[in-house]
């Protein structure tokens, strides 16, 4: 019985924090509401307090469950890179340019995000954390790069300016993906950490 009543708990907050990233993406942070949100996971609209305690909680939970999913695409795209350091960055480079991550319904719900980090101290904190996990995963990526190539490299100056070129060409690929195709975007990144590698001195 216990055990229902948990498995049940989770489906409602996962219903919760889906239609609260649809509403997000397709109507923006100033008009989503706990009703929207409710009607679309097919709930009351009491279940959003009692399952995350105020509605600012469920949206914060929204913004964690979109990282952790682009964070997915990206774990699983290196773990069938296996240990090669260029074949991982190729791939981690190549699956920040694939389609579940090129996704205007993403950005629309990304856009949202952006705006509550700006005004609330704890979903400021959820960025905080989930940017800084993803910039040590370029970090590591760019140090095994460095060691297989015998070069030394700033790995943190590294990829704050990798991490900052991804960010910049996904949101314009979003935007207008008729600017630039996603092989290019690709190889752009590509040539970045290339000449990263071609300035830096030798071990």
Known sequence: MAAAKRQAKEVSRRLLVEAALESLAEKGLGAVSVR??????????GLI???????????????????????QVLEQALDRARGEPQ????AFLEASFSPAIVDR????????????????????????????????????????LA?????????????LGLSAML??????????????SAEEAVGIA??????????APAV
């Open 36 to 45: 929207d949100v409710a009607m679309r996971a097919g709930v009351t609209q």
């Open 49 to 71: 307090r009692h399952h995350f305690g105020s509605f600012d909680a469920l949206l914060e939970a929204a913004y964690r469950h979109a990282t952790e999913r682009v964070d």
């Open 87 to 90: 074949a991982r960055m190729d």
């Open 105 to 144: 319904r993403l950005l629309a719900a990304w856009l949202g995000f952006w705006g509550l980090v700006r005004a609330d101290p704890r979903a400021a904190a959820v960025h905080a954390e989930t940017y800084a996990a993803y910039r040590r995963r370029i970090e590591s990526l760019l140090d095994a």
């Open 147 to 159: 060691r297989h190539r015998g070069r030394r490299v700033d790995a943190r100056a590294g990829a």
């Open 167 to 180: 960010d910049g060409l996904w949101l314009e690929l979003c935007l207008d993906p008729g600017t630039f």
């Open 190 to 199: 590509r040539a970045h950490v290339d000449n990263l590698f071609h300035a």
